[in-house]
C-alpha cells in the first residue's frame, strides 16, 4: 500500500513518513497511529519507508536534525535493517540487527537539511543480511540550531552572480558607476547576513557602496543560528577607469601568416610547423590599439615588431598575454606549437614507375610480397632480360629531407634517377632477372 506523508509528534520533534510494505504494518509501537507510527514489518528487500523533515506532508523545514530510528527487539530474526540518510547527491548509510538494542531510538547521526533536491531517510532491509523479517517504527529529527551558514543567492548591482560552491565573485562596473549595491539571500532564513560589517534581513538590498577606480573587495559573512558555524564570501568589484577593458585579439600571425581558425573568444590553439624550423615568429594583433600585448613575457606590437620563439623538438607553450588600455583587464591565449621529429623515411619509392616488393618470385603462381611501406628498407626489383637500367623515383617524408641514389642527389627539381644495371651472361638467358637496390 502507498500512503501520503502523516506527521508524527513526540516532544515537539516533527516526524513524517510515506512508503510501501507488502507485508504490512502491525500497531502499537512509538505511536498509535496505524501506519505512520505502526511498527513497519518486511520480510523481503523492496518493501521501504521514506522520512522527511517536515512539519507535514507538504512543508519541509530547513536546517539541522539530530535524525535517530525506533527499532524494535525481535529476537528470532536474523536479518538486518539498513537506514539511509540522503541528502542532494550524498547518502550515509548504517545496518542494524534487530536483536540489539532491545528497543528504543538509535542515533544515525547530525544531518544538515537544505531544502532543495532528494533529501529524506528511507528503511529497508539489508540486502547484504541475512534474510527474514525486519521490525522498524518512526523516524525522529530533533531540530538543533542550524549549521547552514551559505548563500542560497548574491546579486550584485541587481545582477545574480551567485554559483553554488563558489566564494568568491567577480563583477565588472563602469567608471561611470562610483557606488555598488549587494543583495545577498541566505540559505537558511535564520542565518545573519552581513555585508561589509552591516547586519542586513533576509533578502534586503545593502546600501550604496562607494567604489574606487580598480579592484573593490566586499565581504559577505554569513552566520548560522549556531554561531560556531560561519562561511565568508568575497565579492570582487573592478571599476574601470574610463579607458578601453578591451583584452581580445583580433587575429594572430605566425611566421607572416594568419592563424587559422582564429575566434577571440578562444583562448587555446595548436600550431605544427617542420622540423628544420628552429623558430617562430609570433605578431598577435590586439582588437583595440591601446591594448598591450606581450609573448612569454616580451612585449610585441603586431605585425611590426612580431616576437620570435626558438623551438624544441616537440611541444613548445607560447603564451600570449593581452593586457587592456585600463589594466584591470587582462586575457591569456595559449598557442602549443608542435616541432615535428626529424623524418628520414620516404614518402613515396617506384621503380620503372611501378611499386617495389618486398620477396622473391621464386617459382610459377607464387606472389612477391606487396609494395612500398616507409618503415621497410630493403626491396627487390624484377627487371626484364636485357635492360641496361632502372628508373627510380623517391620521394621524401619530410619534404626538407634530401634523397641520395648511389651518391647522387635527388634535388633542385629532379624527381628520378636512372641505376645502371650489371646484369651476367646467365641472367641474360633468364626471362627475368632480379635486382636488389
Do not use: C
Not at 75 to 96: K, Q
Not at 128 to 147: H, K, Q
Not at 271 to 290: D, E, G, K, L
Not at 372 to 387: I, L, Q
Request: aromatic fraction near 8%; hydrophobic fraction near 35%; charged fraction near 20%.
Amino acid at each position: 500500500m502507498t500512503e501520503p506523508a502523516l506527521p508524527i509528534r513526540r516532544g515537539g520533534a516533527p516526524t513524517t513518513t510515506k512508503g510501501f510494505f507488502q507485508s504490512g504494518m502491525s500497531a502499537g509501537g512509538y505511536n498509535a497511529l496505524a501506519y505512520a507510527g505502526g511498527t513497519h514489518n518486511a520480510n523481503n528487500n523492496t518493501a521501504y519507508a521514506m522520512y522527511t523533515p517536515s512539519e507535514s506532508g507538504e512543508s519541509f523545514v530547513i536546517g539541522t536534525y539530530r535524525v535517530s530510528v525506533w527499532i524494535f527487539q525481535r529476537a528470532s530474526t536474523e536479518a538486518l535493517l539498513l537506514t539511509e540518510v540522503y541528502r542532494n547527491g550524498e547518502v550515509a548509510r548504517a545496518s542494524f540487527p534487530n536483536k540489539a538494542p532491545a528497543g528504543g531510538w538509535v542515533e544515525l547521526g547530525v544531518f544538515d537539511f537544505q531544502g532543495s533536491g532528494t533529501e529524506y531517510v528511507k528503511l529497508l532491509r539489508d540486502p547484504t543480511g541475512p534474510t527474514g523479517y525486519f521490525n522498524a517504527d518512526s523516524v525522529r529529527f530533533e531540530r538543533l540550531p542550524s549549521r547552514i551558514s551559505s548563500l542560497r543567492d548574491l546579486s550584485v548591482g541587481g545582477i545574480s552572480v551567485y554559483r553554488p560552491g563558489v566564494t568568491e565573485f567577480t563583477y565588472n562596473a563602469g567608471y561611470e558607476t562610483s557606488f555598488i549595491t549587494l543583495t545577498p539571500t541566505a540559505a537558511d532564513p535564520k542565518a545573519v547576513v552581513e555585508v561589509n560589517g552591516a547586519v542586513l534581513e533576509q533578502g534586503q538590498t545593502s546600501g550604496p557602496i562607494p567604489l574606487e577606480i580598480g579592484e573593490n573587495w566586499i565581504p559577505v559573512d554569513v552566520t548560522a543560528e549556531n554561531p560556531d558555524y560561519s562561511q565568508r564570501y568575497m565579492v570582487k568589484v573592478k571599476r574601470s577607469s574610463g579607458t578601453s577593458t578591451d583584452a581580445d585579439l583580433s587575429g594572430v600571425l605566425l611566421d607572416g601568416g594568419a592563424l587559422t581558425g582564429f575566434d577571440p573568444t578562444v583562448t587555446s590553439y595548436t600550431y605544427t610547423v617542420r622540423h628544420n624550423t628552429a623558430a617562430v615568429s609570433v605578431a598577435p594583433i590586439p582588437s583595440h590599439p591601446q591594448a598591450t600585448v606581450k609573448v612569454n613575457g616580451a612585449e610585441a606590437d603586431g605585425a611590426d615588431m612580431p616576437v620570435a620563439v626558438p623551438l624544441n623538438e616537440g611541444a613548445n607553450e607560447v603564451r600570449i598575454e593581452v593586457i587592456a588600455q585600463d589594466p584591470a583587464y587582462t586575457k591569456t591565449y595559449a598557442l602549443n606549437v608542435i616541432r615535428q621529429k626529424a623524418d628520414a623515411t620516404l614518402k613515396r619509392l617506384l621503380i620503372d614507375g611501378a611499386q617495389p616488393t618486398r620477396g622473391y618470385q621464386v617459382g610459377g603462381g607464387q606472389n612477391q610480397s606487396p609494395g612500398f611501406e616507409p618503415d621497410v628498407t630493403d626491396y627487390v626489383h624484377a627487371a626484364p632480360v636485357g635492360a641496361e637500367g632502372v628508373v627510380i623515383s623517391a620521394e621524401p617524408g619530410d619534404v626538407n629531407a634530401e634523397v641520395r641514389i648511389n651518391g647522387a642527389s635527388l634535388g633542385e627539381g629532379r624527381e628520378s634517377y636512372t641505376a645502371a644495371i650489371p646484369v651476367g651472361p646467365r641472367q641474360r638467358r633468364k626471362k627475368q632477372g632480379i635486382t636488389s637496390i
